[in-house]
């Protein structure tokens, strides 16, 4: 059975601080990894997806990685604003089962 | 471009009341669906996915049951609420395939009082 880990399950930092999320999964065999965001009482929006055979995907000020064989991504936040609040969720697609499996989220506060 | 609807946005309703939960999906077609809930302060959990009209699986035992009657359109209903029932409910869809990027819906908050 699929298990997905996000650590912290919180975190607060000051505006401009660079920050990493980290998602850890137990099972390797994997489709794709995708990060969310969650504003509260909002629904989720897609920020960057991973394909297995992918290492890394960059999008404005955010990084993720891949690695398969350990079982960890991580996103990278450049030069945190206060409008990057919310909780942020990694799913992994697991293969041949059509569904995907979610960590309970980190939620982030950055503090102007 | 694809847009996902949910309806209604915010519910409430009385234990033994029905329910129904509506999501469609405009700009794309037969793509795969899927119904979760979200408790207060805890992560997603996959109610119902479906890859074709007439096509449910269902992933959580429950008094909720779901219906594709439509190549776009994924149902959630419930013939009698319980207090456990209250949550948010959040509609997603892919196009299936390996590119499985998911997008979600704005969500339906119910509350049973």
């Known amino acids: 059975k699929q298990e997905v880990t996000q650590i912290p399950a919180a975190l607060s930092v000051p505006e401009g601080e660079n920050l990493v999320l980290n998602c850890s999964f137990t099972?390797?065999?994997?489709?794709?990894l995708q990060w969310f965001r969650q504003d509260p009482g909002k629904g989720l929006t897609s920020l960057l997806l991973?394909?297995?055979?992918?290492r890394e995907q960059t999008s404005g000020r955010l990084n993720a990685s891949l690695d398969k064989s350990s079982g960890r991504s991580t996103l990278y936040i450049a030069a945190s604003q206060p409008g990057d609040s919310a909780t942020y969720l990694c799913?992994?697609?697991?293969?041949?089962?059509?569904?995907?499996?979610f960590g309970d989220g980190t939620t982030l506060t950055v503090k102007p | 471009s694809q847009t996902i609807h949910q309806w209604p946005a915010t519910l409430v309703q009385p234990v033994g009341s029905p329910l129904s939960l509506e999501c469609t999906v405009e700009?794309?077609?037969?793509?795969?669906l899927y119904w979760y809930r979200q408790a207060a302060g805890r992560g997603l959990q996959l109610l119902f996915y479906?890859?074709?009209?007439?096509?449910i699986s269902s992933e959580v035992p429950q008094n909720l049951s779901a219906s594709r009657p439509q190549d776009r359109q994924f149902i959630l209903s419930s013939k009698k609420l319980l207090l456990s029932d209250s949550g948010f409910y959040l509609c997603?869809?892919?196009?299936?395939?390996?590119?499985?990027?998911?997008?979600f819906g704005p969500g339906t908050r119910l509350t049973v009082l």
């Open positions: 997603a869809w892919n196009r299936g395939g390996y590119y499985n990027e998911q997008f």
């Open positions: 099972d390797s065999a994997i489709y794709n």
């Open positions: 991973i394909q297995s055979s992918q």
């Open positions: 799913a992994v697609f697991r293969a041949n089962a059509g569904k995907s499996t």
């Open positions: 700009g794309t077609s037969n793509p795969n």
């Open positions: 479906s890859v074709g009209i007439g096509q």
